[in-house]
């Protein structure tokens, strides 16, 4: 169970994963064709939603839909509380939607969306999109198949068994005394900051991780790190590991290769990028954990 701290998108999903049924065959095919069943298409990553009223939401189809749009891949998303199975599916032509709704991008969808429905797209794409990129087993080349109700790939060679990826990035807020440490990239809307980032090296403990980054990014030395909360971002794989972290000045050298520039900001000017009240600056929207940082820090 998540912890009920946790503020973030993609997080807290309503479903229980159920992962004894990944390897039922029997199972499997009679939940996809059940009458409770609730199957979400996809294509080219992108999930397929429907609007009304200025509301989206994921297009759940019936159970057997997979069948009947000739879905490609399924993958076992869980069962809610009634028990009733979630799946999602891949199809290659998207014209035989017309009409009923659109596939959409799941990133531009995020403020849109309600919180179990991103919970439940987000790790539905991030499959997908590994599978679209790993065909071929990594060790002897061989194409694998897909097993374990979509969770899986195996090569029927060698026997590697691929499991989906994951990249863990920590992503922290640099503070020194009142202030706080933010940076923005230059391919960047105009005013756009946001919490430094790095992904984490095999090896390296998360704490290891945000002083090298923050040091490589910003020329700061960390002198204490706290966790925040974690987030899985979808774009393409990542899980987003937050943190506040203090530092032992506020002389920063910007890493131009990594950054554009730096700016520090103060608590009360922190709170007026979360408010979307600063006039020149602006921070990244709620649904991503940069901001709940941000905010955290903001209004302690």
């Not at 019936?62 to 009947?68: F, P």
């Not at 998303?77 to 032509?93: M, T």
């Not at 009923?100 to 797209?121: H, Q, V, Y």
């Not at 403990?205 to 002198?223: P, Q």
């Amino acid at each position: 169970m998540l912890s009920p701290e946790n503020p973030n998108a993609f997080t807290r999903s309503p479903l229980d994963r159920a992962g004894h049924h990944r390897a039922d065959a029997t199972w499997l095919e009679a939940a996809l064709n059940a009458e409770n069943a609730r199957l979400v298409p996809f294509y080219q990553h992108r999930p397929f939603v429907m609007e009304e009223g200025g509301a989206v939401a994921p297009g759940w189809l019936n159970g057997g839909a997979h069948k009947h749009f000739g879905a490609k891949r399924t993958l076992f998303l869980g069962l809610d509380a009634q028990r009733a199975p979630h799946f999602a599916f891949e199809v290659s032509d998207e014209a035989q939607f017309a009409g009923l709704g659109r596939f959409d991008d799941l990133r531009a969808l995020g403020p849109r969306l309600a919180p179990d429905d991103l919970a439940m797209l987000g790790p539905a794409k991030s499959v997908f999109e590994w599978h679209a990129k790993n065909g071929y087993c990594a060790n002897c080349g061989t194409e694998s198949v897909i097993v374990e109700a979509g969770w899986r790939r195996d090569c029927p060679s060698c026997r590697t068994e691929h499991y989906p990826r994951v990249d863990p990035v920590c992503i922290m807020a640099p503070t020194f005394g009142n202030k706080v440490l933010l940076g923005r990239q230059k391919a960047w809307p105009r005013g756009m900051f946001s919490a430094l980032a790095g992904f984490i090296e095999p090896g390296e403990a998360i704490e290891e991780a945000v002083a090298r980054e923050t040091l490589e990014e910003a020329g700061l030395v960390v002198t204490h790190v706290r966790m925040h909360s974690t987030q899985p971002w979808p774009f393409p794989h990542s899980l987003m590991i937050g943190v506040l972290c203090e530092v032992e000045h506020d002389r920063e050298t910007v890493d131009t290769k990594e950054l554009e520039s730096c700016r520090w900001f103060t608590r009360a000017e922190a709170r007026l990028l979360i408010e979307g009240k600063h006039g020149e600056c602006w921070a990244p929207p709620p649904y991503a954990i940069a901001h709940q940082l941000l905010k955290t820090w903001a209004y302690e």
